[in-house]
């Protein structure tokens, strides 16, 4: 059963346009939650994180918010680049419990179009 | 930087063969994961591993096994591969945090 959901397969948007990809959860325990970017025939990278004591985290370009009586987070990609066409994980953690591992999304391929 | 390598890019291998996959890290980190990636499922766990010849099933650990007889090496075998089984395999590692470092993946294909 999928505890994290990413229900858009894919998303195009022009470049300098904001980029919203979304992803669900079912399990009220995550209490961290990651994305990840994933080029073809590369390894997932990286890419923010955000703790569920927050409901905002940013760096740069990307933008993390959570809403957790929603159970949904959404990646906010502020100006959208070419470069960031790639497939994006959401990712779910249980760090009170030292849970090992992640749960991951099915994925959004994100396109940005020149 | 952390560094998770993983021994082919590519494999093609027959149905029946027995496969071995490697990923080395080299951050000293005690967690250790293998993942299946393919479309429309995500990434999905096999096995991991938190120690040394520790390990510990995933979601789907059918016709898999794995080794970690040294903290930095983590292998996935496939007893007798299956047509089934041609994906993307990806290594993982972590120390203490959530964030799992990932290798370039292997694409294998089974025919």
């Known amino acids: 059963d999928q505890q994290v959901k990413q229900n858009s397969p894919s998303l195009s948007v022009q470049e300098g346009r904001i980029s919203i990809l979304n992803c669900d959860y079912t399990n009220s325990m995550f209490d961290y939650f990651l994305w990840y970017k994933k080029y073809p025939a590369e390894g997932p990278t990286f890419l923010i994180s955000?703790?569920?004591?927050?409901d905002k985290n940013e760096d740069g370009r990307f933008t993390v918010f959570l809403n957790k009586s929603a159970k949904h987070l959404s990646l906010h990609i502020v100006p959208s680049q070419p470069g960031d066409s790639a497939v994006y994980f959401c990712?779910?953690?249980?760090?009170?419990?030292?849970?090992?591992?992640?749960?991951f999304g099915t994925g959004t391929r994100l396109t940005v179009i020149p | 930087d952390v560094k998770v390598t993983q021994s082919s890019r590519y494999l093609v291998k027959r149905t029946g063969e027995k496969v071995f996959l490697e990923c080395v890290q080299d951050m000293d980190h005690e967690n250790m994961f293998w993942y299946r990636q393919d479309p429309g499922l995500g990434l999905r766990l096999i096995y991991f591993?938190?120690?040394?010849?520790?390990?510990e099933k995933g979601d789907i650990p059918e016709g898999y096994s794995v080794s970690r007889e040294k903290k930095e090496r983590f292998s996935l075998i496939l007893e007798s591969a299956s047509t089934n089984q041609t994906s993307m395999y990806l290594c993982?590692?972590?120390?203490?945090?959530?964030?799992?470092?990932f290798g370039p993946g292997t694409r294998l294909t089974v025919t």
């Open positions: 990712a779910a953690n249980i760090i009170q419990t030292g849970a090992n591992n992640l749960f």
């Open positions: 993982a590692s972590r120390r203490q945090g959530p964030e799992q470092y």
């Open positions: 955000i703790s569920s004591i927050k």
């Open positions: 591993s938190y120690d040394v010849k520790m390990k």
